[in-house]
């Protein structure tokens, strides 16, 4: 929102001493975010005229429009080259004479270009830093004779706040909101621009005739038609100037109007072609399959979800969104038919996202405005279009559903009480009707909402504003106190230690939006049926692109890697720990009130409804986890290595976990390991499949972990017991045997461990051998087993027995052979 601060001054009367940085500061400390300070035509010098254009020749012989203009400045005629083309002869426009300085330390001189002496220059919008707009010449009214000092149609030196206004403040969405906040917070004057006469004649003829259909998203429709109006004429200088300072382009005398209108009110308008219309505006939500083609020539599919503004034949806009096309204003029309509206803020955001396009109208309604403005602010755009336009004034059609105006109760002492400091109760009056509120009573105050201040509906929001008014400075600052030793968590160290030995191992630590869409699910090849496509959708996402919150750590880690790769980073071991969010069942809805703590079970129920939100660490492997060098050939990460650090993670922690042999989505379906405990699958590693590669747009071979820290955390022993130092000596023992190709090495392990007893220290796989000297569908593992007793020397035979003991589990389980 782009505020000009002589705007402002029209209805604050803000002292004239005041800087532009200390209003800045002001609104800063109202809660506003002042993105940038601009003050209009900062280095603009030299002579600054009125031309009327007189003669136009088009140079055709160049590749790009050229003109020689021959320009009446007032007692002369200069002669100007330029290369706008949207101006023509008879138009008054704003000339830099020969020693001018324009913006930017632009001088103006006589030159000769394209074979002609160029004697000033005709300025646009953006050469004479009244804004952004350098897509033509600008052309002002004709009231405007030649030769007059342009430097006050300027007004140079104006300052125009851009400020970034927060969703729930749709008031401020306007110059009237921000003059009533800096009028409160300086306790001035405020003379609110919505309460002026706007005098309109008696209607003569038949004025459109409304309806509205969908009661529960507009309750407040007003219609007011115009015959005999002249909408080729230009709009007056000084609104076009205001709405160009505000950051807009000036196209129509109706567009024009509508767009001061909503810029000065907060209301936003919208003028129809009356001849367009068949019988009378209906306010309705879209039919099934009905289309309808918008102002920016797009043809739009709607959705019944829409509301529309339509004829008894046809839609004629989105509400609160944009227009269509068919009913647009153009040059030639005469009968006007100006529609304000109180609409819905909920099902106008919804319109806007869903057809991805927002518009100063949907941004101001999907915020929330004044329900009483669209009686006042079609009035004065009657009143305006009748006196710069002509015609006569047929009449009006006024539908008023609005609700009563909504009333809170507070107790005097609730301010000072949530503060933290001494509030009078003539300060909170005095806060609350400088805001628009009405207040009756005294130990219990009974507050009338303004119309315009929809975000107040609880105590604790008025409580909000007096804060606001009075200052934040002023809420007393108190460290809390921290218990002695506290320290990290058990779970805070864990994660730590985790941190800690991945980086260790060369990972780098990334950390990415939790957010996700569809297609992502479809890159890592997940059906309808897995939990992890069971996402919650946010309400008010960030992108319509990435709607839901995510279910896995791997499309995250992709997109990092993807970045890296087209920066040329291709050897990468990148890991993420975070949140992840499922839906369980659906849960009844819990009301709890701001008057009281909630007590335990509300707090359960309140916990009950959100997503289920296990905590998870994810590593991607992709190229070469050793690169290439004159003493060796790289060697790249595979599926063993994401395995390994999966198990090397469970052993930190001192969690004891079995592996398998499982295909699951994204992985390949004969390189992936599932890590379970007692039955309980907690994760992932192995080699992506190569559809979820391609789809993911990583390299080939890339490898990927991803486990459930929150279950291995809860199995984490809060103290960890070393293993003692034995004295006595080991011995050592090897064990060949054969076993079926598709039993897995882990079971066989397990099995092994189980049978040998406490007198096994350790055993590790050495060898594994699948060929001719071996029955097709065996293979041969060998096993280097320890053993040691804590209190003697083991003998030969209780060494051999234990090994024995070992062999026969395997045998019983799994029918293995000795070799």
Same mark, same amino acid.
């Given at each position: 929102m782009k505020a000009p601060l002589s705007w402002i001054k029209e209805f604050a009367e803000l002292d004239n001493n005041l800087s532009p940085e200390q209003i800045s500061q002001r609104l800063i400390q109202l809660g506003f975010?002042?993105?940038?300070?601009?003050?209009?035509?900062?280095?603009?010098?030299?002579? $600054?005229?009125?031309?009327?254009? $007189?003669?136009?020749?088009?140079? @055709?012989?160049? =590749?790009?429009?050229?003109? /020689? !203009?021959?320009?009446?400045?007032?007692?002369?005629?200069?002669? #100007?080259?330029?290369?706008?083309?949207?101006?023509?002869?008879?138009?008054?426009?704003?000339? *830099?004479?020969?020693?001018?300085?324009?913006?930017?330390?632009?001088?103006?001189?006589?030159?000769?270009? %394209?074979? %002609?002496?160029?004697?000033?220059?005709?300025?646009?919008?953006?050469?004479?830093?009244?804004?952004?707009?350098?897509?033509?010449?600008?052309?002002?009214?004709?009231?405007?004779?030649?030769?007059?000092?342009? /430097?006050?149609?300027?007004?140079?030196?104006?300052?125009? /706040?851009?400020?970034?206004?927060?969703?729930?403040?749709g008031y401020a969405m306007s110059i009237r909101g921000i003059a009533r906040e800096l009028a409160s917070s300086y306790g001035v004057k405020f003379v609110d621009p919505a309460t002026r006469d706007f005098n309109l004649p008696n209607s003569k003829g038949e004025p459109c005739q409304g309806e509205i259909v969908a009661p529960e998203a507009c309750d407040v429709l007003v219609l007011r038609t115009l015959e005999g109006v002249d909408a080729a004429k230009i709009a007056p200088w000084e609104i076009r100037r205001k709405i160009i300072l505000a950051g807009m382009r000036s196209i129509s005398l109706a567009v024009d109007i509508t767009n001061y209108i909503m810029l000065e009110l907060g209301q936003p308008l919208h003028a129809f072609d009356r001849a367009k219309i068949s019988g009378k505006i209906i306010v309705r939500t879209a039919l099934p399959a009905e289309n309808l083609t918008t102002l920016d020539h797009v043809q739009r599919k709607l959705k019944t979800s829409d509301l529309?503004?339509?004829?008894?034949? =046809?839609?004629?806009?989105?509400?609160?969104?944009?227009?269509? &096309?068919?009913?647009?204003?153009?040059?030639?029309?005469?009968?006007?038919?100006?529609e304000a509206a109180h609409f819905n803020p909920s099902i106008i955001a919804g319109s806007s996202r869903s057809h991805v396009f927002s518009s100063e109208a949907s941004r101001r309604f999907e915020r929330g405005v004044d329900n009483k403005l669209p009686v006042a602010a079609s009035k004065y755009a009657a009143s305006l279009l009748l006196k710069h336009g002509g015609g @006569?004034?047929?009449?009006?059609? #006024?539908?008023?559903?609005?609700?009563?105006?909504?009333?809170?109760?507070?107790?005097?002492?609730?301010?000072?009480?949530?503060?933290?400091?001494?509030?009078?109760?003539?300060?909170?009056?005095?806060?609350?009707?400088s805001i628009g509120a009405t207040v009756k009573g005294t130990k219990v105050l009974e507050v009338e909402v303004p119309s315009w201040r929809s975000d107040l509906t609880a105590e604790h929001d008025l409580i909000e504003e007096i804060v606001r008014i009075l200052g934040y400075q002023n809420i007393p600052s108190t460290l809390p106190i921290t218990p002695p030793a506290r320290g990290l968590?058990?779970?805070?160290?864990?994660?730590?230690?985790?941190d800690r030995f991945l980086a260790a191992r060369g990972l780098v630590e990334v950390l990415n939006y939790p957010f996700a869409s569809h297609s992502d699910l479809e890159d890592l090849l997940l059906d309808s049926n897995d939990d992890r496509t069971r996402l919650p959708r946010l309400a008010n996402p960030i992108s319509e692109e990435v709607p839901f919150l995510r279910g896995t750590l791997l499309t995250?880690?992709?997109?990092?890697?993807?970045?890296?790769?087209?920066?040329?980073?291709?050897?990468? *071991?990148?890991?993420? @720990?975070?949140?992840?969010?499922?839906?369980?069942?659906?849960?009844?809805?819990?009301?709890?009130?701001?008057?009281?703590?909630?007590?335990?079970?509300?707090?359960?129920?309140?916990?009950? &409804?959100?997503?289920?939100?296990?905590?998870? #660490?994810g590593i991607l492997l992709?190229?070469?986890?050793?690169?290439?060098? +004159? +003493?060796?050939?790289?060697?790249?990460?595979?599926?063993?290595?994401?395995?390994?650090?999966?198990?090397?993670? !469970?052993?930190?922690?001192?969690?004891? @976990?079995?592996?398998?042999?499982?295909?699951?989505?994204?992985?390949?379906?004969?390189?992936?390991?599932?890590?379970?405990?007692?039955?309980?699958?907690?994760?992932?590693?192995?080699?992506?499949?190569?559809? *979820?590669i391609d789809n993911l747009g990583l390299p080939k071979r890339s490898c990927a972990l991803e486990l459930d820290l929150t279950l291995l955390f809860s199995l984490a022993p809060e103290v960890t017991h070393g293993n003692p130092i034995l004295s006595m000596p080991v011995a050592k023992e090897d064990l060949a045997i054969a076993v079926d190709i598709s039993v897995p090495t882990s079971q066989i392990m397990r099995a092994l461990k189980e049978g040998a007893g406490p007198l096994l220290e350790s055993i590790a796989l050495f060898d594994i051998y699948v060929g001719d000297q071996i029955s097709t569908g065996k293979r041969s593992l060998a096993f280097a087993m320890k053993f040691r007793a804590a209190d003697r020397t083991l003998t030969a035979d209780e060494t051999a027995q234990a090994k024995m003991n070992a062999f026969k589990a395997v045998e019983s389980e799994f029918g293995a052979t000795l070799r």
């Open positions: 975010e002042v993105e940038d300070t601009h003050v209009v035509g900062a280095g603009l010098e030299g002579p $600054l005229v009125v031309g009327k254009v $007189l003669e136009i020749t088009e140079l @055709t012989e160049f =590749k790009k429009p050229i003109r /020689f !203009c021959k320009v009446d400045i007032g007692g002369s005629i200069n002669g #100007i080259v330029c290369g706008a083309t949207n101006f023509q002869i008879g138009n008054h426009v704003i000339v *830099a004479l020969p020693g001018a300085v324009l913006p930017g330390d632009f001088k103006i001189s006589v030159r000769e270009t %394209y074979g %002609y002496e160029s004697n000033g220059m005709i300025c646009s919008t953006k050469e004479l830093g009244l804004g952004e707009d350098q897509s033509g010449i600008l052309v002002i009214d004709e009231t405007f004779q030649p030769g007059m000092d342009a /430097f006050p149609l300027v007004n140079a030196g104006d300052v125009v /706040f851009d400020l970034s206004v927060l969703p729930d403040r529309l503004i339509c004829d008894e034949e =046809k839609a004629l806009s989105i509400a609160g969104v944009m227009g269509g &096309l068919d009913s647009e204003v153009s040059f030639a029309t005469s009968q006007l038919v100006i @006569t004034y047929a009449g009006e059609a #006024i539908l008023d559903n609005s609700p009563k105006p909504h009333r809170i109760l507070m107790d005097v002492n609730m301010p000072s009480t949530i503060l933290g400091f001494e509030i009078t109760p003539k300060q909170i009056q005095d806060c609350l009707t968590t058990h779970h805070q160290q864990l994660k730590r230690s985790i995250g880690l992709a997109g990092a890697a993807r970045r890296n790769i087209s920066r040329g980073s291709e050897d990468l *071991a990148l890991f993420e @720990t975070g949140l992840i969010y499922m839906l369980g069942k659906e849960s009844p809805t819990v009301h709890v009130g701001t008057d009281r703590k909630p007590s335990p079970s509300e707090i359960d129920s309140l916990e009950q &409804l959100l997503p289920a939100q296990p905590q998870k #660490i992709t190229g070469n986890r050793q690169p290439a060098s +004159w +003493w060796s050939k790289p060697i790249a990460w595979d599926y063993l290595d994401a395995i390994n650090i999966g198990k090397e993670i !469970c052993d930190l922690l001192h969690v004891s @976990t079995q592996i398998s042999s499982q295909a699951h989505n994204p992985w390949h379906p004969g390189r992936v390991a599932q890590f379970f405990l007692n039955g309980v699958v907690i994760g992932h590693a192995g080699e992506l499949h190569p559809r *979820a």
